[in-house]
Structure formats: C-alpha cells, structure tokens
C-alpha cells in the first residue's frame, strides 16, 4: 500500500496542472528571499573587507591630538613578528584642495609610506596608472625628476555618470595626472598664548595655549586612486608620509597617528591581537605617558556598529518579506483542499481497498513536501542566477529605463555585491518546505478523515 500512495502522489504531480502554481510560488517566494539575503550580506562583507583593503587587518590608533613618534622601530618590532605580514604608518589631517581657479575640494589627507604600504593594502590594485613592470606605486611624477607628487582619489574631481554611475578613467588620467594643485592644511601646535586679535598664523578660534599653524603644500598628481569604495575615492589626498610630517610637525622627525598592520594568510586576528597589543606595550610604555590610552583594534572591530546597524535592517528587512512570503501556506492550503474535495471518490476507493487513514493523510503531505522541494530548488536556482547577474540585471533597467537602481554616492561601493549566501540559502530551503508541509497538512487530515462507505453509497 505504501507503494500506491507513493504512486498516487507522483500522479497528482503530473496531472494537476494547478499543483505547478504552487510550485511557482515557493520557488518566487524562495528566490525574493535568497536575493535579498545574499545582495544585503554582501554589502556588508563588502563593508567590512573594504575597510580591511584599506587598513590592513588590526590598527593602532595614537589618542585625538597625539602622534606616535619614532614609528619605523614599532614597524621594525611588529614585522619581527612571524604572524605579521607587513605594517605602515599613517599621519592623518584635513584641508582644501585647489585644483584651478575658484575650483576648491574639502579633502582628507593621509601621509603614507610608499612602497611599504603595498605590503598591507592593495594599493597597487587601486591606482588607474600602473608603475612599469608592475611593481608597487610610488609617488615619483613623470618627467618630474626627484620631484614628488601625491595621489587623488577619483571622486576629488567630481561625479560619475548620473545615467550609467561610471567614471571617465580615460579622460580623468589625461586631465589631471601631472597637474600642480596646491594643498591648503595645517595642525595645532604648543604655544605660550595665542594672539587673540588673530594676527598672525593665529586662528581666532583656537584655545588659549595653542595656535593653528597652517600650511600651504604644492605638489603634482603622480597617480589617481579608483578603489570602487566612495568614501575613499570621493575624499582622501595621500601624500608622502614624510613631506605631510615635516609640513605639519617640523622638527619632530618621523611622526603618524596610526599603524596600519596586516597579517599572515591563514592567521586568525582575535588570535593576534594580544600579541600586537604587547608590541605596543613594549615599545610606548617607557615612551608616551598616553600609551594605555591608544586603542588597539582589528579593522571589522572598528566597523562593528555601523554593521550591528547594517544586520538589524538586514533582519527587519527578511522578517517583512517572509511574513509576506507565507501567503504560500494558505496558497497551498487552498489548492490541495480543493483537491482533496474533488477527489473524495479516488481516496475512498484506495481507502476500500485498504490503505489506511494515516497513509492517506501521508500521501497529501508527502505531496505537499514535494511541492516544496521542488519549488525550493527552483528557487535557489533562480536566486543563484539573478544574485550572480544583479550587475548585468541593473545595467540593463537602467539602459532600458533610464532608472539607476544603484548608485556608488549612495551605496559606497561601484559594485553591487554578487556572492549569493549559501547558509541563507539553505535556512530558506528548508523553510519553504517546512512551508509547503504546514500548508498541506489540514488537507491531509481532510483526506483521512473521508469515509468510503458515505462517498460510495450514492456513486
């Protein structure tokens, strides 16, 4: 008998045309599911290893207004390390960029070291203007001598495409690699007492005990920094870490605000951590009275809120569309209860011929239960193919539409994240068939509840 029930459900499979609508609907409503779950997790592992390409893995940050001075022996010590790839230094400020006449860019600056930063961040991925032979970039500008330039991210110089959301690389590299600009900064620095007039380089607005002591940096763009994450390309100037200190800090040797370090492959960074945090004990306890105030953090850790933030929209957002999504449950509910009262003669005539309540009722669940498998994979096919091809899908709506779906101002990355989200995946499988087996089960208990005797009496 268990043979005729499993038949009886494969015939009802292949001749209820109605059945293919619920497949279809667990496959749509598995594929909304899966897209959205792999597009919102891979921004934010796109987020996270963003902030990893540009900062290594763990950084040591100085406190607000503190610099750590004689950096290259941390560097030295850390690199010692056999878990420690590589590390690099970086002095951080602010300013205006004037790149022609009347036209000036509120910019942040970074000095960092070139080559060593290639060790730590993909850098040499990021220039537009690739060094000959495919080495690390270097701040050297063509025809320029022993002159050194800076790097300008590609966002400093305006906008995208507001149609396609696309660069013109070509035409920026021609416009502005070689270009003089002039950098406006500054820092804070000791002073007996300001000049509260504001004469001088005194600014009105500094605290008793200090002034602003501004600074005017010339140089040339020797290369232009297209990483595809916005922040980076729309604000940040890099100059080397050395021209940025001795403008700001002259005299004081080689200072930064941050170590940038990155690991081993195959090394686990909270492993790590307390190894770095007593190489910087070593190294500043016996150097800065502030060393037990500098923090000591892997890059994730550092984006930890924003994507704590991130993740509650991500479940908020999967909550709405599987509430929405369970409308499947009462579809297949309706459609095997319709069959199962159209049906009533064929069950009581398998139920006279001795199959019993409860194969009866297993025969509409498996049937539910198949409908689910079936409509899972279909729609883990479907959200495979569309999560792959969400570039080419959005490319197309918007040639076709004129509507940019998604923009790199708003979304920070030039790319929309295309991993699809295999545990995603399969919790939403297995849901979908859980799913289809809810919604089959009070039919089930219909159908085994029907009694031969009443249905055939009058047949």
């Not at 690699?177 to 509260?196: F, H, M, Q, Y």
């Amino acid at each position: 008998m268990q043979y005729l029930s499993v038949f009886l459900c494969l015939k009802y499979l292949q001749k209820r045309k109605i059945v293919l609508l619920s497949v279809a609907a667990v496959a749509m409503s598995s594929a909304l599911l899966i897209t959205v779950a792999s597009l919102f997790t891979g921004f934010i592992n796109a987020v996270e290893s963003g902030a990893g390409e540009h900062m290594g893995d763990i950084v040591i940050n100085a406190p607000s207004g503190l610099r750590i001075s004689n950096y290259d022996v941390l560097i030295k010590q850390l690199e010692e390390d056999e878990a420690i790839a590589g590390a690099t230094a970086v002095l951080g400020s602010q300013g205006l960029l004037l790149l022609s006449r009347g036209d000036v860019r509120a910019v942040r600056i970074w000095g960092i070291e070139l080559p060593e930063r290639d060790k730590v961040t993909s850098i040499r991925e990021f220039v537009l203007r690739a060094p000959e032979g495919g080495g690390a970039p270097t701040f050297a500008v063509e025809d320029g001598g022993e002159e050194l330039g800076g790097f300008v991210g590609i966002g400093v110089f305006g906008d995208p495409d507001e149609v396609t959301d696309e660069y013109d690389l070509a035409g920026v590299q021609e416009a502005f690699i070689g270009r003089p600009v002039l950098l406006t900064t500054g820092a804070v620095a000791d002073s007996g007492r300001i000049d509260e007039a504001g004469g001088g380089e005194a600014d009105a607005g500094a605290s008793r005990g200090q002034r602003f002591r501004r600074r005017t940096i010339r140089f040339r763009i020797a290369n232009i920094v297209f990483s595809g994450m916005y922040e980076f390309d729309k604000n940040f100037v890099y100059l080397p870490i050395s021209m940025l200190a001795e403008e700001l800090y002259p005299g004081q040797g080689k200072v930064a605000d941050m170590v940038q370090i990155r690991l081993a492959k195959g090394v686990d960074v909270d492993g790590q951590m307390d190894r770095v945090r007593g190489i910087w004990r070593d190294f500043a306890e016996d150097r800065f009275t502030w060393a037990g105030y500098a923090s000591v953090e892997s890059a994730r850790a550092m984006q930890a809120q924003l994507i704590a933030e991130y993740r509650k929209q991500m479940a908020m957002l999967m909550l709405i569309f599987g509430v929405v999504s369970f409308g499947v449950v009462l579809l297949i509910f309706c459609i095997f209860y319709l069959i199962v009262m159209t049906r009533r003669k064929d069950i009581a005539i398998v139920k006279s011929c001795g199959l019993s309540g409860g194969a009866v009722a297993w025969m509409f669940l498996a049937f539910g239960l198949s409908v689910g498998f079936a409509g899972s994979v279909l729609g883990v096919g479907m959200g495979y193919a569309v999560t792959r091809n969400v570039n080419v899908i959005e490319q197309w709506i918007s040639s076709l539409f004129g509507l940019k779906l998604w923009k790199s101002s708003t979304y920070m990355f030039s790319r929309i994240p295309s991993e699809i989200d295999w545990p995603s995946a399969g919790w939403v499988a297995a849901a979908a068939i859980l799913a289809a087996g809810i919604g089959a089960l009070i039919p089930a208990i219909a159908a085994a509840r029907v009694r031969p005797v009443r249905i055939l009496r009058y047949e």
